[in-house]
């Protein structure tokens, strides 16, 4: 069955960076895009960006740009969501999900817990 | 604010029907950007309820339908069950800068 894993919760001091990974299983890794979704304490869903792994080509929504950062090892099976310069709003669940060209998101991981503390 | 609007909170008894709303504009659903509706229960990851519009994916019950008119979308819920009770987002494509990808602010769905 279709299974996305994400890397364990993680606590950051603000400025620090951080880096989540999400490895798929049970389907063609590099036939589907990779979106990162966000949700805050409390809040609603926040779309990031996603990446295609077989092109490696990347999309972000605006506000993530410089500093947010996608990559991908297909060999792995496994992408990665890269957070720079964080702050304390940046804390957050960070979901990946397997994504489509009409930016549908059909399976997620069971997220990240990210916590900022300055 | 999110740039797709829905209602923050909806009710209704077991058995009845409701319709949470997600209203738009002209770079998104008003220019035919399709919509897709996600479940998520709280404590829970999201799971995908409705797309392109009114198609639901394997599993979904028939209780769940989508439609969509002008600058906003509907997501119907019939026969209300207390395990539907649950945050709803609608997501879609915007094209300015905000975009390229919404989510409404989400509705919280309170069975009585």
């Known amino acids: 069955q279709v299974q996305l894993m994400q890397s364990g919760a993680e606590v950051k001091k603000s400025g620090a960076s951080v880096k989540v990974s999400c490895k798929a299983s049970g389907y063609t890794f590099t036939s589907y895009y990779v979106n990162w979704v966000r949700q805050a304490p409390g809040q609603g869903l926040e779309w990031m960006g996603r990446m295609d792994p077989h092109t490696e080509d990347t999309n972000l929504a605006q506000k993530f740009h410089g500093r947010v950062t996608m990559t991908v090892n297909r060999s792995l099976r496994t992408a990665y969501m890269e957070l720079s310069s964080l702050k304390s709003e940046d804390t957050a669940v960070y979901y990946c999900?397997?994504?489509?060209?009409?930016?549908?998101?059909?399976?997620w991981g069971q997220g990240t817990l990210v916590t900022v503390s300055s | 604010q999110s740039v797709l609007t829905q209602p923050p909170s909806v009710s209704g008894a077991p058995g009845q029907r409701v319709t949470i709303s997600c209203t738009g504009s002209?770079?998104?659903?008003?220019?035919?950007?399709?919509v897709h509706w996600y479940q998520q229960v709280p404590g829970t990851v999201p799971k995908l309820l409705i797309y392109g519009d009114n198609l639901r994916p394997s599993g979904v019950p028939d209780r769940f339908s989508g439609s969509k008119s002008g600058t906003s979308a509907s997501l119907a819920i019939a026969g209300l069950q207390a395990d539907d009770e649950a945050d709803y987002y609608c997501q879609s494509y915007d094209s300015s800068r905000r975009g390229p990808v919404i989510f409404g602010g989400g509705t919280r769905l309170t069975v009585l």
């Open positions: 999900a397997r994504g489509y060209s009409d930016y549908k998101a059909d399976q």
């Open positions: 002209s770079s998104n659903i008003g220019a035919g950007s399709v």
